[in-house]
């Protein structure tokens, strides 16, 4: 058995801009980047197509607003604008620490998130610092930005099960939104809900062995 957990929601909580395309704008001000007129129609706007369940990168996507009114920057200043806007203080749920040494006890432990944002769950792991309290370092982290699709579709779960090394069906997913982290059990693996059960509940589950 492998077990993989979602972050935003399930492990951690963080601070959303509430309108996000400002966040990015001052981000990108900051470099010196031209914020053109009309900029939050250019944020919300689509500027490629992708197949269903398949991520649009969000850097991509600032620069692809920026280029469709003439502004054109850099993969990397938009990587770190982006990074930049998104990036905000963590609390660490009740519960998370103990269920993530919980699990290293039953097998491998993944991180398995929706995120469009490069790099921003890597930063937000450093940020909470859930791996040393613990005592336990993710086996693998697979975000949708990096896998290319995103919860609820089967493919990042695979990916998922694949990375750790084990079959769909050996993996358990812990997360906090029926929609997406619900997709698990569709796909075959085995998906556990903070609605039905908490990370304390979880953690004692794992330690007398009730999860197969």
Known sequence: MALSFDLFGTLVATDRPEEPWDAVAAA??????????????????????????QEAPLDEHVRLALASRGIEITEETAAEAVLDAFDSPVTVHE???????????????????????????????????????????????????GCGWRKPHQRIFAATADALGVGIS??????DDARTDGG?????AQSILLDDHSLPAIAEKLREGELC
């Open 95 to 145: 519960g998370a620490i103990d269920v993530l040494a919980a699990a290293a006890q039953r097998g491998p432990v993944g991180m398995c998130s929706n995120c469009s944002v490069p790099g921003l769950v890597e930063r937000t792991l450093d940020r909470a610092d859930i791996e040393s309290e613990s005592g336990q370092t993710f086996d693998v982290v697979i975000t949708s930005v």
């Open 28 to 53: 990108l001000s900051a470099r010196s980047v031209h914020v053109p007129e009309g900029w939050e129609d250019a944020y919300r706007s689509a500027h490629r197509e992708y197949d269903r369940g």
């Open 184 to 188: 698990a059990g569709r796909a075959g």
């Open 170 to 175: 050996d993996l358990v997913h812990v997360g």
